[in-house]
C-alpha cells in the first residue's frame, strides 16, 4: 500500500513540478478524498476546487465543509451563473431535467460544465481521482495524457488503484468521506438525479436512472465520444454493486 501512495505523490510531484498552473478538480468523492488529503499532508500547492451545482445533498455540503476545516489547502467553489440558471429554469421548470436529456445535458452544462472550463480557465493541467475500474471505458486513460477536451494535461494518479485501496487509505487515515456512501450511493452527484443502489445494480444505476444507460453522463470527463463515468467510490471492476453492505465497511 505504501509503495501505491509512494508513486501517486510521485505523480502529484511531477504534475507540480512540469506544470506549475495544475490544479485539482475534487468532486468530493471517496478516491478525490483521497487526494486531497494526499495534496494537504504533503504540501504540494496544488490549487483545489469544487462545483456547487446548487443541487448537491446536504451530506455533500457538510463533506464540504468537514473539508475546509480539516485541510490548510483551501478549497475553492466555483457556482453557476445565476443568469443562465434563470434563465433555465425559466424555460424548463425548476426540476425540468426529468423531462428530456436534452433538458437534463442542458442542467448539467449551466451547473456543471460551464463552470469547470471556467475553473479551469488559465490552468495548464488538471489532477483528477478516475481509476481504471470503474469503466470498461476507462481501460486506455493513462496517468498521464493531454486532454484536448480542455486543451491541457490531465493527471489520474489513482488510476491503478482499486475501490479496496481507495478505501483502505480512508480508513487509515481517518479521511473524511461522504456519509452517503454508507448509505449504499457508490456514485454521488446531485440530489435529485442520484439515487442509492442495490446489489446487482451497476454502480451508475442511481445516476440519471430515468435515462437509458448509453446518455448518462453530464460532460466533465468524456473525450472523443466516449462515455466516461464520474462516479465515486465505485465498488468492483465490473462495475456492479455487489453485496449491500456500507461500501466503506468492505474488506481489503
Ligand atoms: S445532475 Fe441533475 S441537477 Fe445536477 S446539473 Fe445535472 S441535471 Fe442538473
Same mark, same amino acid.
Given at each position: ?15 507540480? /513540478? ?11 468523492? &471517496? *478516491? ?37 476545516? #480539516? ?32 433538458? #437534463?445535458?442542458?442542467? +448539467?452544462?449551466? /451547473? ?5 472550463? #471556467? &475553473?479551469?480557465?488559465?490552468? +495548464? ?22 486532454? &484536448? ?17 481507495? @478505501? ?14 454508507? *448509505? ?8 435529485? +438525479? ?6 446487482? *445494480? ?6 440519471? @436512472? ?5 446518455? #448518462? ?36
Amino acid at each position: 500500500m505504501q509503495q501505491k501512495i509512494d508513486q501517486v505523490v510521485d505523480v502529484l510531484q511531477q504534475a507540480v /513540478r512540469d506544470f506549475p498552473q495544475v490544479c485539482f478538480a475534487s468532486s468530493l468523492g &471517496a *478516491e478525490d478524498m483521497v487526494l486531497t488529503d494526499l495534496i494537504d499532508k504533503h504540501r504540494l500547492g496544488i490549487e483545489m476546487f469544487s462545483l456547487d451545482t446548487g443541487r448537491l445533498p446536504q451530506e455533500t455540503y457538510s463533506l464540504m465543509q468537514a473539508v475546509s476545516e #480539516r485541510y490548510s489547502t483551501p478549497l475553492k467553489v466555483y457556482f453557476p451563473d445565476n443568469a443562465a440558471v434563470e434563465n433555465y429554469v425559466a424555460q424548463n421548470g425548476v426540476n425540468g431535467f426529468y423531462g428530456s436529456i436534452a433538458s #437534463r445535458k442542458a442542467c +448539467c452544462f449551466v /451547473r456543471k460544465v460551464e463552470p469547470l472550463r #471556467r &475553473a479551469l480557465n488559465g490552468k +495548464c493541467a488538471w489532477v483528477t481521482g478516475l481509476r481504471r475500474a470503474q469503466a470498461v471505458t476507462r481501460g486506455n486513460l493513462e496517468v498521464s495524457s493531454f486532454d &484536448a477536451d480542455f486543451g491541457l494535461q490531465k493527471f489520474n494518479p489513482l488510476l491503478d488503484w482499486s475501490h479496496k485501496d481507495v @478505501w483502505a487509505y480512508i480508513r487509515n487515515n481517518d479521511v473524511p468521506y461522504n456519509k452517503l456512501h454508507d *448509505e449504499f450511493y457508490p456514485s454521488l452527484g446531485c440530489a435529485p +438525479c442520484t439515487r442509492s443502489v442495490t446489489p446487482g *445494480e451497476d454502480i451508475r444505476a442511481g445516476r440519471w @436512472w430515468w435515462e437509458d444507460p448509453e446518455s #448518462r453522463e453530464c460532460g466533465l470527463h468524456t473525450s472523443k465520444g466516449t462515455q466516461v463515468a464520474h462516479g465515486f467510490g465505485v465498488s468492483a471492476s465490473s462495475g456492479v454493486l455487489k453485496q449491500r453492505v456500507p461500501i466503506f465497511l468492505e474488506k481489503s
